[in-house]
């Protein structure tokens, strides 16, 4: 499976971004997507999730301006980011989990990332 993102760019303090991820194939349903970013010199932290319930899970830091979705038809994650701050500033990568839907077992797949920069 390939993941591919797009949407990121640079944006002003305050500002707001839409990021999308498309899989190359269907997505089970059941399975958890979401997005993860990583900052230079930093480890890739978790940002939010979506499992195929429906049901999200945010990073404190970004709890109330980032809001994450899904939409199984097309395969696809997205990331909607406002009240954007520098310490966003990071490659975002989305992150599809095959086969958690049914356990604890799972693959990791990972798109290949997207810069985005908060400046002014």
């Known amino acids: 499976v390939q993941l591919m993102e797009s949407g990121g760019g640079l944006v002003q303090p305050g500002g707001s971004l839409r990021l999308s991820c498309t899989a190359s194939e269907s997505v089970f349903s059941r399975d958890t997507m979401g997005w993860y970013r990583q900052a230079p010199g930093n480890q890739r932290d978790l940002v939010a999730t979506?499992?195929?319930?429906?049901?999200?899970n945010y990073a404190a830091s970004v709890k109330g301006r980032f809001t994450v979705s899904r939409d199984n038809a097309k395969s696809a994650v997205y990331l909607y980011m406002e009240n954007l701050e520098p310490e966003d500033t990071a490659v975002y990568y989305c992150?599809?989990?095959?086969?958690?839907?049914?356990?604890?077992?799972?693959?990791?797949?990972w798109g290949q990332g997207t810069q985005v920069t908060v400046s002014s």
């Open positions: 992150n599809y989990k095959m086969g958690s839907g049914a356990g604890s077992v799972y693959i990791d797949y």
């Open positions: 979506i499992t195929g319930s429906g049901r999200t």
